[in-house]
Protein backbone atom coordinates (compact mmCIF):
# COMPACT_ATOMS: atom_id res chain seq x y z
CA UNK A 1 0.00 0.00 0.00
CA UNK A 2 1.32 3.29 -0.50
CA UNK A 3 1.42 6.14 1.24
CA UNK A 4 -1.45 8.15 -0.32
CA UNK A 5 -3.54 5.35 -0.59
CA UNK A 6 -2.83 5.41 3.11
CA UNK A 7 -3.39 8.64 3.65
CA UNK A 8 -6.71 7.90 1.91
CA UNK A 9 -7.77 5.19 4.28
CA UNK A 10 -6.64 6.82 7.54
CA UNK A 11 -8.82 10.00 6.59
CA UNK A 12 -11.60 8.02 5.31
CA UNK A 13 -11.80 6.18 8.90
CA UNK A 14 -11.62 9.33 11.15
CA UNK A 15 -15.38 10.26 9.46
CA UNK A 16 -16.02 7.40 10.74
CA UNK A 17 -16.05 7.31 14.24
CA UNK A 18 -16.27 11.29 14.43
CA UNK A 19 -19.78 12.04 14.88
CA UNK A 20 -19.75 9.35 18.14
CA UNK A 21 -16.42 10.81 19.73
CA UNK A 22 -18.13 14.20 19.46
CA UNK A 23 -18.07 15.10 22.97
CA UNK A 24 -15.20 12.53 23.32
CA UNK A 25 -12.74 13.64 20.97
CA UNK A 26 -12.32 17.19 20.04
CA UNK A 27 -8.96 16.16 20.22
CA UNK A 28 -7.86 13.02 19.00
CA UNK A 29 -4.93 14.07 16.38
CA UNK A 30 -2.97 15.22 19.45
CA UNK A 31 -3.05 11.91 21.04
CA UNK A 32 -3.69 9.10 18.20
CA UNK A 33 -2.03 5.77 18.10
CA UNK A 34 1.18 5.71 15.56
CA UNK A 35 0.70 6.44 11.93
CA UNK A 36 -0.42 4.15 9.59
CA UNK A 37 3.34 3.34 8.49
CA UNK A 38 4.53 2.57 12.26
CA UNK A 39 1.48 0.30 12.56
CA UNK A 40 2.68 -1.95 9.78
CA UNK A 41 6.08 -2.10 11.17
CA UNK A 42 4.15 -2.96 14.45
CA UNK A 43 1.04 -4.79 14.24
CA UNK A 44 0.53 -5.45 17.83
CA UNK A 45 -2.29 -3.56 19.75
CA UNK A 46 -1.74 -0.21 21.34
CA UNK A 47 0.19 -0.22 24.32
CA UNK A 48 -2.49 0.28 27.07
CA UNK A 49 -1.59 2.35 30.16
CA UNK A 50 0.42 0.82 33.18
CA UNK A 51 -3.23 0.48 34.87
CA UNK A 52 -4.13 -2.01 32.11
CA UNK A 53 -1.56 -4.35 30.84
CA UNK A 54 -3.41 -7.29 30.03
CA UNK A 55 -3.64 -8.44 26.54
CA UNK A 56 -6.75 -7.63 25.55
CA UNK A 57 -8.19 -10.12 23.71
CA UNK A 58 -7.32 -12.90 25.91
CA UNK A 59 -7.49 -11.48 29.70
CA UNK A 60 -10.91 -12.52 31.48
CA UNK A 61 -10.66 -9.72 34.02
CA UNK A 62 -11.79 -10.47 37.62
CA UNK A 63 -12.37 -8.32 40.34
CA UNK A 64 -10.22 -5.47 41.77
CA UNK A 65 -10.46 -2.84 45.21
CA UNK A 66 -13.00 -0.81 44.83
CA UNK A 67 -10.35 1.86 45.46
CA UNK A 68 -8.10 1.38 42.84
CA UNK A 69 -7.97 0.20 38.74
CA UNK A 70 -7.76 -3.41 38.39
CA UNK A 71 -4.54 -5.73 39.26
CA UNK A 72 -2.54 -5.83 35.95
CA UNK A 73 -0.16 -8.18 37.16
CA UNK A 74 -3.34 -10.79 38.31
CA UNK A 75 -5.44 -10.16 35.07
CA UNK A 76 -2.80 -10.90 32.98
CA UNK A 77 -2.05 -14.20 34.67
CA UNK A 78 -5.68 -16.44 34.48
CA UNK A 79 -6.01 -18.31 31.49
CA UNK A 80 -9.02 -17.67 29.47
CA UNK A 81 -12.50 -18.52 30.49
CA UNK A 82 -15.89 -18.40 29.24
CA UNK A 83 -18.26 -15.42 30.69
CA UNK A 84 -21.73 -14.10 30.14
CA UNK A 85 -20.44 -10.52 29.56
CA UNK A 86 -18.12 -9.52 25.97
CA UNK A 87 -16.29 -6.14 25.41
CA UNK A 88 -15.38 -5.90 21.41
CA UNK A 89 -13.49 -3.13 20.54
CA UNK A 90 -11.17 -1.86 18.25
CA UNK A 91 -8.10 -2.00 20.29
CA UNK A 92 -5.58 -2.98 17.15
CA UNK A 93 -6.60 -0.04 15.36
CA UNK A 94 -3.65 2.33 14.69
CA UNK A 95 -6.52 4.99 14.23
CA UNK A 96 -8.85 4.38 17.24
CA UNK A 97 -6.97 1.91 19.30
CA UNK A 98 -6.14 4.53 22.16
CA UNK A 99 -9.85 5.48 22.06
CA UNK A 100 -11.09 1.87 22.55
CA UNK A 101 -8.65 1.72 25.52
CA UNK A 102 -9.83 4.38 26.77
CA UNK A 103 -13.54 2.28 26.74
CA UNK A 104 -12.06 -0.19 28.03
CA UNK A 105 -10.57 0.82 31.26
CA UNK A 106 -13.85 2.80 32.57
CA UNK A 107 -15.96 -0.37 31.53
CA UNK A 108 -13.01 -2.64 33.96
CA UNK A 109 -13.12 -0.11 36.90
CA UNK A 110 -16.50 -0.23 36.61
CA UNK A 111 -17.02 -3.84 37.08
CA UNK A 112 -14.06 -4.19 39.46
CA UNK A 113 -16.31 -2.71 41.52
CA UNK A 114 -18.92 -5.25 41.14
CA UNK A 115 -16.83 -7.87 40.86
CA UNK A 116 -18.09 -9.10 37.36
CA UNK A 117 -15.55 -10.92 35.16
CA UNK A 118 -15.80 -10.52 31.55
CA UNK A 119 -13.94 -11.08 28.52
CA UNK A 120 -12.40 -8.41 26.22
CA UNK A 121 -11.66 -9.30 22.51
CA UNK A 122 -9.72 -6.74 20.17
CA UNK A 123 -9.62 -6.66 16.72
CA UNK A 124 -8.29 -4.14 14.05
CA UNK A 125 -9.83 -1.94 11.47
CA UNK A 126 -12.36 -3.94 9.17
CA UNK A 127 -12.73 -7.27 11.30
CA UNK A 128 -15.65 -6.49 13.84
CA UNK A 129 -17.32 -9.62 12.34
CA UNK A 130 -14.76 -11.52 13.38
CA UNK A 131 -14.63 -10.72 16.93
CA UNK A 132 -18.66 -10.82 17.10
CA UNK A 133 -18.42 -14.00 16.27
CA UNK A 134 -15.35 -15.22 18.60
CA UNK A 135 -17.82 -13.62 21.23
CA UNK A 136 -20.49 -15.94 20.05
CA UNK A 137 -18.77 -19.28 19.87
CA UNK A 138 -17.26 -18.70 23.75
CA UNK A 139 -20.83 -18.53 24.99
CA UNK A 140 -21.40 -14.96 25.95
CA UNK A 141 -24.64 -13.98 25.97
CA UNK A 142 -23.81 -9.98 25.95
CA UNK A 143 -21.54 -8.31 23.86
CA UNK A 144 -20.51 -4.59 24.38
CA UNK A 145 -19.13 -2.77 21.12
CA UNK A 146 -18.78 -2.01 18.45
CA UNK A 147 -17.26 1.25 18.89
CA UNK A 148 -17.06 2.78 15.39
CA UNK A 149 -19.96 3.74 13.02
CA UNK A 150 -19.25 1.74 10.38
CA UNK A 151 -18.62 -1.30 12.30
CA UNK A 152 -21.96 -1.21 13.55
CA UNK A 153 -23.16 -1.01 10.22
CA UNK A 154 -21.20 -4.47 9.76
CA UNK A 155 -23.63 -6.15 12.34
CA UNK A 156 -26.73 -5.67 10.28
CA UNK A 157 -26.95 -8.97 9.06
CA UNK A 158 -26.83 -10.65 12.40
CA UNK A 159 -29.54 -12.87 12.99
CA UNK A 160 -31.87 -13.79 16.18
CA UNK A 161 -29.41 -16.13 17.48
CA UNK A 162 -26.89 -13.68 18.02
CA UNK A 163 -25.75 -12.85 21.37
CA UNK A 164 -27.45 -9.36 22.83
CA UNK A 165 -25.29 -6.50 21.66
CA UNK A 166 -24.51 -2.91 23.09
CA UNK A 167 -23.67 -1.04 20.29
CA UNK A 168 -21.67 2.50 21.26
CA UNK A 169 -22.14 3.93 18.31
CA UNK A 170 -25.53 4.91 16.55
CA UNK A 171 -26.23 4.74 12.54
CA UNK A 172 -27.34 8.17 11.00
CA UNK A 173 -29.12 6.98 7.72
CA UNK A 174 -32.24 5.47 8.83
CA UNK A 175 -31.67 2.18 8.60
CA UNK A 176 -32.77 0.54 11.50
CA UNK A 177 -30.39 -2.20 13.55
CA UNK A 178 -31.02 -5.90 14.34
CA UNK A 179 -33.62 -6.61 16.74
CA UNK A 180 -30.96 -7.70 19.27
CA UNK A 181 -28.86 -4.68 18.96
CA UNK A 182 -29.22 -1.68 21.82
CA UNK A 183 -26.89 1.80 21.46
CA UNK A 184 -25.55 3.90 23.90
CA UNK A 185 -23.35 6.57 22.21
CA UNK A 186 -21.47 9.87 22.74
CA UNK A 187 -23.22 11.30 20.06
CA UNK A 188 -23.28 15.49 19.42
CA UNK A 189 -26.85 15.21 17.91
CA UNK A 190 -28.05 14.83 21.74
CA UNK A 191 -26.33 17.91 23.42
CA UNK A 192 -27.96 20.10 20.42
CA UNK A 193 -31.25 18.96 21.35
CA UNK A 194 -30.87 19.16 24.98
CA UNK A 195 -29.49 23.03 24.27
CA UNK A 196 -32.21 23.91 21.74
CA UNK A 197 -34.90 23.06 24.37
CA UNK A 198 -33.18 24.84 26.48
CA UNK A 199 -33.17 27.93 24.55
CA UNK A 200 -36.89 27.41 24.12
CA UNK A 201 -37.32 27.50 27.95
CA UNK A 202 -35.11 30.64 28.67
CA UNK A 203 -37.92 32.28 26.93
CA UNK A 204 -36.02 32.88 23.24
CA UNK A 205 -37.89 33.34 20.63
CA UNK A 206 -35.37 34.02 17.58
CA UNK A 207 -31.78 32.47 17.23
CA UNK A 208 -28.92 33.06 15.04
CA UNK A 209 -26.66 30.15 14.52
CA UNK A 210 -22.80 30.58 13.97
CA UNK A 211 -21.15 27.60 12.32
CA UNK A 212 -17.73 26.62 11.34
CA UNK A 213 -17.07 24.32 8.19
CA UNK A 214 -16.52 20.73 9.35
CA UNK A 215 -19.41 17.85 8.80
CA UNK A 216 -19.16 17.69 13.39
CA UNK A 217 -19.81 21.38 13.31
CA UNK A 218 -22.65 20.83 10.56
CA UNK A 219 -24.42 17.93 12.17
CA UNK A 220 -24.14 19.77 15.47
CA UNK A 221 -25.74 22.76 14.16
CA UNK A 222 -28.18 21.03 11.79
CA UNK A 223 -29.37 18.67 14.94
CA UNK A 224 -30.44 22.15 16.82
CA UNK A 225 -32.06 23.35 14.22
CA UNK A 226 -34.19 20.67 13.53
CA UNK A 227 -34.96 20.25 17.43
CA UNK A 228 -36.17 24.15 17.99
CA UNK A 229 -38.08 24.17 15.06
CA UNK A 230 -39.93 21.10 16.27
CA UNK A 231 -40.28 23.08 19.51
CA UNK A 232 -42.01 25.73 17.87
CA UNK A 233 -39.01 28.46 17.37
CA UNK A 234 -38.91 30.66 13.59
CA UNK A 235 -36.57 29.62 11.11
CA UNK A 236 -33.02 30.86 12.85
CA UNK A 237 -30.08 32.96 10.78
CA UNK A 238 -27.41 31.14 10.09
CA UNK A 239 -23.86 33.04 9.62
CA UNK A 240 -20.64 31.17 9.03
CA UNK A 241 -17.61 31.35 10.99
CA UNK A 242 -14.76 32.73 10.10
CA UNK A 243 -11.13 34.02 11.96
CA UNK A 244 -10.40 36.86 9.42
CA UNK A 245 -10.46 40.22 11.77
CA UNK A 246 -12.45 41.41 8.64
CA UNK A 247 -14.96 38.59 8.43
CA UNK A 248 -15.20 38.70 12.51
CA UNK A 249 -16.51 42.65 11.66
CA UNK A 250 -18.90 41.36 9.12
CA UNK A 251 -19.93 38.73 11.71
CA UNK A 252 -21.03 41.44 14.13
CA UNK A 253 -22.33 43.28 11.48
CA UNK A 254 -24.99 40.56 10.31
CA UNK A 255 -25.25 38.97 14.08
CA UNK A 256 -26.72 42.90 15.42
CA UNK A 257 -28.99 43.11 11.94
CA UNK A 258 -30.40 39.83 13.12
CA UNK A 259 -31.15 40.89 16.65
CA UNK A 260 -31.66 37.60 18.21
CA UNK A 261 -32.38 36.43 21.51
CA UNK A 262 -29.67 33.35 21.78
CA UNK A 263 -26.86 32.48 19.88
CA UNK A 264 -25.96 29.05 18.83
CA UNK A 265 -22.36 28.59 18.93
CA UNK A 266 -21.48 25.46 16.40
CA UNK A 267 -17.20 25.66 17.12
CA UNK A 268 -14.86 24.68 19.16
CA UNK A 269 -13.38 26.17 22.07
CA UNK A 270 -10.65 28.81 20.42
CA UNK A 271 -12.86 29.59 17.84
CA UNK A 272 -16.19 30.10 20.55
CA UNK A 273 -13.68 32.47 22.25
CA UNK A 274 -12.68 34.19 19.15
CA UNK A 275 -16.52 34.78 18.21
CA UNK A 276 -18.24 35.75 21.72
CA UNK A 277 -16.83 38.70 22.08
CA UNK A 278 -18.45 40.49 18.67
CA UNK A 279 -21.81 39.09 20.17
CA UNK A 280 -22.84 41.25 22.71
CA UNK A 281 -25.08 40.43 26.00
CA UNK A 282 -27.28 37.68 24.10
CA UNK A 283 -26.89 34.05 25.42
CA UNK A 284 -25.06 31.67 23.59
CA UNK A 285 -25.41 27.97 23.88
CA UNK A 286 -22.44 25.77 22.54
CA UNK A 287 -21.59 21.82 23.18
CA UNK A 288 -18.85 20.17 25.45
CA UNK A 289 -16.73 20.69 22.75
CA UNK A 290 -16.54 24.10 24.36
CA UNK A 291 -15.09 22.81 27.30
CA UNK A 292 -11.21 21.97 26.83
CA UNK A 293 -9.40 21.76 30.33
CA UNK A 294 -8.20 25.50 29.24
CA UNK A 295 -7.39 27.98 32.12
CA UNK A 296 -9.66 30.30 34.25
CA UNK A 297 -8.32 33.39 32.32
CA UNK A 298 -8.79 31.94 28.89
CA UNK A 299 -12.58 30.88 30.36
CA UNK A 300 -13.14 34.83 31.04
CA UNK A 301 -13.93 35.13 26.91
CA UNK A 302 -16.50 32.81 27.07
CA UNK A 303 -18.55 34.09 30.07
CA UNK A 304 -21.99 33.24 30.62
CA UNK A 305 -21.76 30.78 27.60
CA UNK A 306 -24.13 27.75 28.76
CA UNK A 307 -22.59 24.43 27.53
CA UNK A 308 -23.79 20.88 28.00
CA UNK A 309 -20.97 17.95 29.69
CA UNK A 310 -21.05 14.77 31.28
CA UNK A 311 -21.41 14.55 34.66
CA UNK A 312 -17.89 12.59 34.79
CA UNK A 313 -16.41 15.66 34.12
CA UNK A 314 -18.66 18.23 35.42
CA UNK A 315 -19.25 16.27 38.98
CA UNK A 316 -16.47 14.57 39.85
CA UNK A 317 -17.46 14.39 43.92
CA UNK A 318 -20.89 12.88 42.74
CA UNK A 319 -21.65 9.75 44.65
CA UNK A 320 -23.10 7.95 42.05
CA UNK A 321 -19.87 6.51 40.87
CA UNK A 322 -17.74 7.86 43.90
CA UNK A 323 -16.52 4.10 44.13
CA UNK A 324 -15.32 3.85 40.28
CA UNK A 325 -11.26 4.75 40.26
CA UNK A 326 -10.51 7.40 38.19
CA UNK A 327 -7.51 7.92 35.30
CA UNK A 328 -5.35 10.49 34.36
CA UNK A 329 -5.17 11.63 30.77
CA UNK A 330 -3.61 14.14 28.74
CA UNK A 331 -7.14 15.26 27.49
CA UNK A 332 -10.42 15.82 28.62
CA UNK A 333 -11.34 13.59 25.41
CA UNK A 334 -10.44 10.44 26.86
CA UNK A 335 -12.22 11.17 30.01
CA UNK A 336 -15.34 11.42 28.15
CA UNK A 337 -14.71 7.74 26.77
CA UNK A 338 -13.73 6.53 29.99
CA UNK A 339 -17.24 8.00 31.30
CA UNK A 340 -19.04 6.09 27.81
CA UNK A 341 -16.93 2.70 29.17
CA UNK A 342 -18.59 3.65 32.55
CA UNK A 343 -21.97 3.15 31.76
CA UNK A 344 -21.91 0.78 29.44
CA UNK A 345 -20.96 -1.65 32.10
CA UNK A 346 -23.78 -0.25 34.10
CA UNK A 347 -26.24 -0.94 31.12
CA UNK A 348 -24.65 -3.99 30.15
CA UNK A 349 -25.87 -5.32 34.12
CA UNK A 350 -29.55 -5.31 33.35
CA UNK A 351 -28.90 -7.92 30.65
CA UNK A 352 -27.53 -10.42 33.52
CA UNK A 353 -30.46 -12.28 32.96
CA UNK A 354 -30.17 -13.11 29.27
CA UNK A 355 -32.95 -10.80 28.22
CA UNK A 356 -32.81 -7.34 27.77
CA UNK A 357 -34.88 -4.92 30.63
CA UNK A 358 -38.21 -3.36 29.47
CA UNK A 359 -37.19 0.29 30.89
CA UNK A 360 -33.88 1.23 32.81
CA UNK A 361 -33.29 5.18 33.81
CA UNK A 362 -30.31 6.19 36.16
CA UNK A 363 -27.97 8.90 36.32
CA UNK A 364 -24.89 8.10 34.88
CA UNK A 365 -20.86 9.01 34.21
CA UNK A 366 -22.09 10.27 31.04
CA UNK A 367 -25.59 11.79 31.96
CA UNK A 368 -29.20 10.98 32.72
CA UNK A 369 -29.57 7.58 30.96
CA UNK A 370 -33.09 6.52 29.74
CA UNK A 371 -34.26 3.34 28.01
CA UNK A 372 -36.64 4.85 24.78
CA UNK A 373 -39.06 2.59 22.45
CA UNK A 374 -36.40 2.80 19.74
CA UNK A 375 -33.99 0.51 21.94
CA UNK A 376 -31.24 3.77 22.43
CA UNK A 377 -29.90 4.82 25.72
CA UNK A 378 -30.72 8.13 25.65
CA UNK A 379 -27.93 10.42 27.38
CA UNK A 380 -28.84 14.03 28.72
CA UNK A 381 -25.96 15.57 30.16
CA UNK A 382 -25.29 18.77 32.67
CA UNK A 383 -26.42 22.58 31.77
CA UNK A 384 -23.16 24.16 32.88
CA UNK A 385 -22.20 28.03 32.07
CA UNK A 386 -18.68 29.56 32.41
CA UNK A 387 -19.15 32.22 34.72
CA UNK A 388 -15.98 34.79 36.07
CA UNK A 389 -13.28 32.29 34.71
CA UNK A 390 -15.40 28.90 36.55
CA UNK A 391 -17.66 26.56 35.45
CA UNK A 392 -21.15 26.53 37.13
CA UNK A 393 -24.25 24.98 36.96
CA UNK A 394 -26.50 26.79 34.63
CA UNK A 395 -28.80 29.59 35.57
CA UNK A 396 -27.35 29.37 39.15
CA UNK A 397 -26.68 33.13 40.64
Known amino acids: MNAGMRRCRDAALALMLAPLLALALPALSAAQSPAASEAEAQPAAPQPSPAARAEPDTATLGPAAPAGPPDAKAAATPPRTAAWLALVLPLRS????????????????????????FEVIAHGDGDVRAALDTAKESGARVVVGPLVRDDVRAIAGFGRDAPWIIALNQLDDGNPLPVRVYTLALAIDGEARQLARRARADGAQSVVVIGGETALQKRFADAFVAEWILAG???????????????????????NRAAPDAVLLAVDAQDAALAKPYLGTVTAYASSQVNDRQAPGELLELDNVVFVDLPWLADPGAATFSRIARREYPSAAYDRLYALGVDAFRVAQAFTDGTPPEKLEFDGATGHVTLDRSRQFVREAMLLQFRAGQIVPAGSR
Do not use: I, N, S, W
Open 94 to 117: PTYGRAADAVKEGFAAAAATAAVK
Open 233 to 255: GGAPVTLRFDRAPEMLAVLRREF
